[in-house]
C-alpha cells in the first residue's frame, strides 16, 4: 500500500505561535507533496505543491511567509503556521505522490486550534 | 482552468438503495478524475479514479463511476447501499501546476443511509 501519516494530529496553541505540521509517506518515496486546508463542512483547498529540494509552489492568496514548507527528503514535508491566529485553525491535510505518478495518498490530517 | 462541480451537497438513501453521486468536471486536456472518501475527522481515502482505457472504472467497497466525455460526467453509482457507506465523498481532477499534478476538488456530497 500508500501510507501517509501526519504529526501531530490535533494541537492547540495560543495566538502568536508557530506550529509545525510534520507529513511522512512511509513505504513510498514521495517526489511532491501536497498541503490541503478544509473548513468545516467544506471542501479541500489546495494550498502550496512541494517538490523534494525546492521551493514550495504556492497558490494564489496563500501567503508563503506564514505557511512555510520545507520538503528536505523524499519522504518527509513539514508545514509551519508562523504566529498562528485564530482564523488559522483548521484541518490541515497533506498528500504525496510518487515520481511520475498521478494518484494522491492522503495523510490522516491535522487539526488544528489557535486560541 | 480544471473545476468539479458536484451536484447535491447531500443525498440520502435508505441501506440496500441505489446509490447515484453526480459530479461534472471541466477541463481543457483530457483529464484525470477521482473519487475519494472521507470519515469524520479523518483523511480522504481513494475510492477509484479514472486515467485512460476503459470508461467504467471499479472502486473499492462495491463502488464504480463511468466517464462520459460527452457529458463532461464522472459519476459515482453502488448498486447497494450499507450503513457504512455513509460518509463525505469529494470528486477531484487532476491539475497540473509548475510544481507538479495536485487536485482540485468538488465541495462534496455528504451521503446519509438510513435503515
Redesign the interface.
Known sequence: GAV?S?HPSRVICKSGTSVKIECRSLDFQA??M?WYRQFPK?????MA???EG?K??YEQGVEKDKFLINHASLTLSTLTVTSAHPEDSS?Y?C?A?RTGG????????T?LLVL | AQSVTQLGSHVSVSEGALVLLRCNYSSSVPP?L?W?VQYP??????LL?Y?TGATLVKGINGFEAEFKKSETSFHLTKPSAHMSDAAEY?CAV??R????????????TTLSVSS
Open positions: 501517509v501526519q517526489t511532491t501536497f467544506q471542501s479541500l483547498m489546495l505543491t512541494s517538490n525546492s514550495a509552489t484541518f491535510i498528500s505522490s498521478e494518484t494522491q495518498y492522503f495523510g490522516p490530517g487539526r | 484525470y477521482f475519494y475527522n479523518q483523511g480522504l481515502q481513494l479514479k486515467t469529494f487532476s491539475h501546476n509548475q510544481a507538479g499534478t495536485a487536485l482540485i476538488f468538488g465541495k462534496g
